[in-house]
């Protein structure tokens, strides 16, 4: 399964956009790229899925390059109730069992 | 919102007593996942099952074990708990959708034992 890596922390404010980069150097040709939001004492919420290029829905934007290795998720205008742990997962679409990572922390302040 | 269930939310018990947590869903998912984590800590994955009768250990080695009799049901079981064993334990079911294939997780059960 490949790993993936990411930034530990991220602060931001309210209303801003924000970039959480995730790299997965091993990531296999049918691999997908899965974003999850968890809040304490929560279980992580699926945010968004992709395979390349661009991915949006309701909540997020998914940019994935072509050589596919990095992906970052945008939170347009977050607002305090981002404030959460955001996962990048690397698996393939069948649901093969995925692996968490430390994830994320993001802060946003007023 | 998906139906996942856990039960208990909170158990403390004694060293060497024998717990099941149970997690039912009634969605239907062939996929389930039972995920350990400390506070502010990372999810280990520790079993899964792709269906009935099928059940794989995770990447974090784990003394519990668990069933899949039930499609909707995927207890985990501890024979003999140690205080190691305190931890958040959550339960997740998966399906692809038009989204992906996404996972559901459940309120958790957060187990102390002393």
């Known amino acids: 399964l490949a790993k993936t890596t990411q930034p530990i922390s991220m602060d931001s404010y309210e209303g801003q956009e924000v970039n959480i980069t995730c790299s997965h150097n091993?990531?296999?040709?049918?691999?997908?790229i899965t974003w999850y939001q968890q809040f304490p004492s929560q279980g992580p919420r699926f945010i968004i899925q992709?395979?390349?290029t661009k991915v949006t829905n309701e909540v997020a934007s998914l940019f994935i390059p072509a050589d596919r290795k990095s992906s970052t998720l945008s939170l347009p205008r977050v607002s305090l109730s981002d404030t959460a742990v955001y996962y990048c997962?690397?698996?393939?679409?069948?649901?093969?069992?995925?692996?968490f990572g430390k994830g994320t922390t993001l802060s946003v302040s007023s | 919102e998906a139906d996942i269930y856990q039960t208990p939310r909170y158990l403390v018990i004694g060293t060497g007593k024998k717990i099941t947590l149970e997690c039912s869903q009634t969605?239907?998912?062939?996929?389930m996942y039972w995920y350990q984590q400390d506070p502010g800590m990372e999810l280990h994955l520790i079993h899964y099952?792709?269906?009935?009768?099928?059940?794989e250990k995770g990447d974090l080695s784990s003394e519990s074990t668990v069933s899949r009799i039930r499609t909707e049901h995927f207890p985990l079981t501890l024979e003999s708990a140690r205080p190691s064993h305190t931890s958040q334990y959550l339960c997740?079911?998966?399906?692809?959708?038009?989204?992906?294939?996404?996972?559901?997780f459940g309120p958790g059960t957060r187990l102390t034992v002393l």
């Open positions: 969605m239907g998912h062939d996929k």
């Open positions: 997740a079911s998966s399906v692809y959708s038009g989204r992906g294939n996404e996972q559901f």
């Open positions: 997962l690397v698996g393939d679409r069948a649901g093969t069992a995925l692996i």
């Open positions: 091993n990531i296999a040709t049918n691999d997908y």
């Open positions: 992709g395979y390349k």
């Open positions: 099952s792709y269906g009935v009768n099928s059940t």
